[in-house]
């Protein structure tokens, strides 16, 4: 195994727990089951090496305040499936609803409001998801 092939499995094992402690084990499972062709397993092991390794591995931010930033970006890129997931990610790392809705409003101001708006909803639909699976979704 190459210099690289060792640092991307290090990264690998470093971000996996990260990444089903933030999604959770049962999304990361049907994530891999969905990835599990070599083309697309290449993607699951690189987002989990380098998102999840690389970059939520390191020191300096906390996981919620990671996911606020998450949060307020994919909002304003308009990425709504996948600003879903880091919503209920957010919720798993202690952010709070009201936490969620601040950030929306500001996406509102900085980003249009469309973009926020599209945020505020999927984020409302998940968040009555999780209150209905008995996840206590703080105000």
């Known amino acids: 195994m190459s210099k690289r092939q060792e640092a991307q499995k290090a990264l690998y094992e470093t971000g996996m727990p990260i990444r089903r402690a933030v999604l959770s084990d049962a999304y990361v499972d049907?994530?891999?089951?969905?990835?599990?062709?070599?083309?697309?397993?290449?993607?699951?092991e690189f987002t989990t090496a380098f998102c999840w390794g690389a970059v939520w591995g390191r020191p300096g931010l906390e996981r919620k305040q990671r996911s606020?930033?998450?949060?307020?970006m994919l909002a304003a890129m308009g990425k709504v499936p996948e600003l879903a997931i880091?919503?209920?990610?957010?919720?798993?790392?202690?952010v709070s609803a009201t936490e969620i809705?601040?950030?929306?409003?500001?996406?509102?101001?900085?980003?249009g409001v469309p973009a926020g708006m599209d945020g505020f909803k999927a984020a409302e639909k998940v968040l009555i998801d999780m209150k209905s699976e008995g996840v206590n979704v703080l105000p």
């Open 30 to 44: 049907r994530a891999l089951a969905n990835g599990s062709s070599e083309f697309a397993k290449s993607m699951q």
């Open 68 to 72: 606020l930033i998450n949060i307020g």
């Open 86 to 94: 880091h919503v209920r990610g957010a919720v798993n790392n202690g």
């Open 101 to 111: 809705r601040e950030v929306l409003v500001q996406v509102c101001i900085y980003c």
